[in-house]
């Protein structure tokens, strides 16, 4: 069983490009989220989906937007980047987010360097 | 605000037994989560905790007094493959997941 890929593993990006980082999940989870790791710091949450077709705000979006057209699919788009972007961006899914004992399952993640 | 202090990193030996403790203040509780993730890679599940008391899950252990807002993941018979970060996590009263910065545990032979 695949779980949650993400693509790409790792990227360099100029600063002012744009991008989309790729995350599908193949557990039929109906809620899925974007999260940034930085050194020192814990998870942050970006953006979250309840279900396809709704998107949330989480604790830092700006500077992102994410679409949820379908259950498998939550592209994590940055429109303009900047250097402070430069983080490891994971995906995660779970069966529902507004319930407890809801485990996250996590994508290997995508490595972002913003130059 | 919403705060999780959980140590930087700790040092033990192999086959000792190692105690990680969480503190946290939230806006409302619904479970608190450990994970453990190795360097380069993704955090996955290790366990969840919403009552007071202990979960025994083979070498792992984890304990919850939501009265002091405080946990901690008891790691025994450490094995080299155990060194990693290990991630404590509280759900809030909006079942957003609050997470600490995490531990890093470094098994020494």
């Known amino acids: 069983t695949a779980g949650i890929t993400q693509a790409p593993t790792s990227q360099i990006l100029a600063a002012g490009r744009s991008m989309t980082l790729r995350c599908t999940q193949d557990?039929?989870?109906?809620?899925m989220y974007w999260y940034r790791q930085d050194l020192g710091l814990g998870l942050r949450l970006i953006h979250y989906?309840?279900?396809?077709?709704?998107?949330g705000k989480g604790e830092v979006p700006d500077g992102y937007s994410v679409s949820r057209a379908n259950t498998d699919d939550f592209p994590l788009t940055l429109a303009s980047a900047v250097p402070s972007q430069t983080s490891v961006y994971f995906c995660?899914?779970?069966?529902?987010?507004?319930?407890?004992?809801?485990?996250?399952?996590f994508g290997p993640g995508t490595r972002l360097l913003v130059l | 605000g919403q705060n999780i202090d959980q140590p930087t990193e700790m040092t033990a030996t192999e086959g000792a037994i190692v105690q990680i403790n969480c503190t946290y203040q939230?806006?409302?509780?619904?479970?608190l989560f450990w994970y453990q993730q190795h360097a380069g890679e993704a955090p996955t599940f290790l366990s969840y905790?919403?009552l007071d008391g202990l979960e025994e899950k083979g070498r792992f252990s984890s304990f919850l007094s939501r009265s002091k807002g405080y946990s901690y993941l008891l790691l025994k018979e450490l094995q080299m493959k155990d060194s990693a970060s290990y991630l404590c996590a509280v759900m809030d009263s909006n079942y957003q997941l609050i997470w600490g910065a995490g531990t890093k545990l470094i098994i020494k032979p």
């Open positions: 995660a899914s779970s069966v529902t987010r507004n319930g407890a004992e809801e485990t996250q399952y």
């Open positions: 905790n919403v």
């Open positions: 557990m039929r989870h109906n809620a």
């Open positions: 989906s309840n279900t396809a077709g709704t998107t």
């Open positions: 939230t806006s409302g509780f619904n479970g």
